[in-house]
């Protein structure tokens, strides 16, 4: 069976496996998914229910960008995932159709600090998590209508990542594996769109229910054969693809076709946003001359029109309010995205953006997933710019030095200048658990 050979992958992969450019793409996801919940950590929700959790609960797991805080591993994975995912700038996967890296590392920081684990064993197992992660999504995707992927195929990958650090044989592996498939959520994409902040959450309660599974295996319990496809089969748009789940293990490395952000909004909107940077950088027209703008697109992302957010969630998924707060304020960060800078200026501006899906784009996905942006200004002028794929992904990858930077951006105001360089060392290497969460201390 397909989800046999992936547990036995997962079980077996030792660190001499994993060839050294992999390994070094997967300490820089490591890296940059650390410095992406840093950056999390204080939206106001996440604090809040750390400063209960942190009070009301014991534990040996670090809650990552506080004094040094601690609870349960659980509570901890569960908190360190929300605050890497409400900013959506964390690490993605365009095949996977989500976000692999968030799912797995949160965990494996909670469970390994508190089993003093190497960075070695950290590195293995995330590997093996994320590989995991991308074909159980890869089985279920397209998803089916209004399904949102985090919260799905994820925990999957969760309960392989955590299975493998603790040296789990490949039958518990692989029970561990269809237990978490069981606990699928159902997410819903308009959670984004609406604004209701539980979407935050999604990858969160993966990676705790990721732990839990294991733990369950380890205990005796066993899962429903043909587990994996079964459970998630309800979120499909069609058959599942059972075969994906063994397709290419140790040939071909699903972490090398991930992407990074640095636009602080959903992925949709990313080929938008590059195309109004460099129109922003070539023409001369001021935000007073913009009359109004045209984007055609692919057909997922055309459906992120709404010209009036309420709140930073929907901010993040509105390419109309991407684009203004762009062109306002010239920043496309985490400052742009915020309840705060859903102002009316931006507002008004969004009202002139319109939206559309366009067949030669919707042609091209998920191999390119482009756009086209027109901006008429009130002086009669048109400027376009086409973009084929956003960059961060493998047509177009940041340097390490520019995620470097987006790295200093996050950390540097959660534990201070001095003690960012230390801290992206150790990511890099990657050290043990232990090591890299004491570094997080603010």
């Known amino acids: 069976m397909d989800e046999a050979t992936l547990a036995s992958f997962v079980s077996t992969l030792d660190r001499e496996d994993v060839p050294d450019d992999v390994a070094a793409r997967g300490s820089l996801v490591i890296a940059d998914t650390v410095g992406v919940i840093l950056g999390g950590a204080s939206d106001p929700a996440v604090a809040a229910l750390t400063r209960t959790w942190a009070n009301d609960n014991g534990g040996h797991a670090t809650i990552l960008g506080t004094a040094g805080e601690r609870t349960s591993a659980y509570r901890a994975a569960f908190l360190n995932a929300t605050a890497g995912t409400v900013l959506e700038l964390d690490e993605g996967h365009r095949f996977a159709a989500g976000h692999p890296a968030i799912h797995v590392l949160p965990a494996l920081l909670a469970?390994?600090?508190?089993?003093?684990?190497?960075?070695?064993?950290?590195?293995?197992?995330?590997?093996?998590?994320?590989?995991?992660?991308?074909?159980?999504?890869?089985?279920?995707?397209?998803?089916?209508?209004?399904?949102?992927?985090?919260?799905?195929?994820?925990?999957?990958?969760?309960?392989?990542?955590?299975?493998?650090?603790?040296?789990?044989?490949?039958?518990?592996?692989?029970?561990?594996?269809?237990?978490?498939?069981?606990?699928?959520?159902?997410?819903?994409?308009?959670?984004?769109?609406?604004?209701?902040?539980?979407?935050?959450?999604?990858?969160?309660?993966?990676?705790?229910?990721?732990?839990?599974?294991?733990?369950?295996?380890?205990?005796?319990?066993?899962?429903?054969?043909?587990?994996?496809?079964?459970?998630?089969?309800?979120?499909?748009?069609?058959?599942?693809?059972?075969?994906?789940?063994?397709?290419?293990?140790?040939?071909?490395?699903?972490?090398?076709?991930?992407?990074?952000?640095?636009?602080?909004?959903?992925?949709?909107?990313?080929?938008?946003?590059?195309?109004?940077?460099?129109?922003?950088?070539?023409?001369?027209?001021?935000?007073?001359?913009?009359a109004a703008v045209r984007v055609?697109?692919?057909?997922?992302?055309?459906?992120?029109?709404?010209?009036?957010?309420?709140?930073?969630?929907?901010?993040?998924?509105?390419?109309?309010?991407?684009?203004?707060?762009?062109?306002?304020?010239?920043?496309?960060?985490?400052?742009?995205?915020?309840?705060?800078?859903?102002?009316?200026?931006?507002?008004?501006?969004?009202?002139?953006?319109?939206?559309?899906?366009?067949d030669e784009f919707a042609a091209r996905a998920p191999d390119e997933r482009g756009a086209r942006v027109t901006i008429e200004t009130s002086g009669g002028d048109t400027f376009a710019h086409e973009v084929r794929t956003a960059r961060g992904g493998e047509h177009d990858p940041f340097t390490d030095a520019d995620l470097r930077t987006k790295f200093d951006q996050l950390v540097a105001p959660v534990i201070g200048d001095g003690s960012v360089n230390g801290l992206w060392t150790a990511a890099r290497e990657p050290a043990a658990p232990r090591v890299l969460c004491a570094l997080t201390r603010a």
């Open 296 to 358: 055609e697109t692919y057909p997922s992302a055309a459906a992120l029109a709404n010209t009036r957010p309420e709140n930073a969630l929907q901010a993040k998924f509105s390419i109309p309010f991407a684009i203004a707060s762009a062109l306002t304020t010239g920043e496309t960060g985490k400052s742009s995205f915020t309840d705060e800078a859903v102002t009316r200026e931006v507002l008004t501006l969004a009202e002139r953006v319109d939206v559309v899906a366009a």
């Open 111 to 290: 469970d390994g600090e508190s089993s003093y684990r190497s960075g070695d064993e950290l590195l293995t197992a995330f590997v093996a998590g994320y590989e995991a992660a991308v074909r159980v999504a890869e089985m279920v995707v397209p998803l089916a209508d209004g399904v949102h992927p985090h919260g799905v195929w994820g925990g999957v990958g969760t309960a392989a990542a955590v299975a493998r650090l603790r040296g789990l044989d490949t039958e518990t592996t692989l029970h561990a594996m269809r237990i978490a498939a069981n606990y699928a959520q159902h997410t819903r994409f308009e959670a984004a769109t609406e604004g209701a902040t539980v979407r935050n959450s999604y990858a969160g309660m993966s990676n705790l229910s990721g732990i839990v599974a294991v733990e369950q295996a380890e205990a005796g319990f066993t899962g429903l054969d043909d587990g994996i496809a079964r459970h998630l089969s309800s979120v499909a748009a069609g058959e599942p693809d059972r075969a994906a789940l063994a397709d290419g293990l140790g040939d071909r490395w699903e972490i090398e076709r991930g992407y990074f952000k640095v636009h602080a909004a959903c992925r949709y909107t990313h080929a938008v946003l590059d195309a109004v940077e460099t129109l922003a950088e070539r023409q001369a027209f001021g935000v007073a001359d913009v």
